[in-house]
């Protein structure tokens, strides 16, 4: 990365909402986001939801939904095409327990997506 990233001290609660670009100072940067995502999560629980959206000023980002009822909002992530961005996304999915090849289909095929995965240890009912 070019320069080093300025972060503020990073707390991590139950049922916080973390952009990442309010820590960093960034939107639109892929590594700034992975960093970003190297840094919580082993501090956010397990990861069980995740959407790709696009906002009104058509900049898309990634939220991550936790079962500590923590959303974890990435900036610098995009899908629909097969790009760095779209790569990061399915690295941190495949990382946060997502299939990595639905991850990865689902990713590259669509600019916007929801995933969901069951909690480690919920039984799948037959």
Not at 3 to 16: D, P
Not at 40 to 54: D, L, N, S, T
Not at 73 to 82: E, F, H, K, S
Request: hydrophobic residues 35%.
């Amino acid at each position: 990365m070019k320069g080093k990233i300025k972060i503020k001290r990073l707390e991590v609660k139950k049922g916080m909402y973390l952009r990442d670009k309010d820590f960093h100072g960034n939107s639109g940067w892929t590594l700034a986001s992975k960093w970003f995502w190297n840094q919580v999560k082993e501090r956010v629980g397990e990861v069980v939801k995740a959407e790709m959206r696009i906002n009104t000023k058509d900049i898309p980002y990634l939220i991550l939904y936790t079962t500590t009822d923590i959303k974890v909002c990435l900036y610098g992530l995009n899908a629909g095409y097969g790009g760095t961005g779209p790569q990061a996304a399915v690295e941190i999915l495949s990382e946060a327990g997502f299939n990595p090849k639905r991850a990865k289909e689902t990713v590259f095929n669509n600019e916007t997506f929801v995933l969901r995965r069951r909690p480690k240890g919920v039984a799948q009912y037959v």
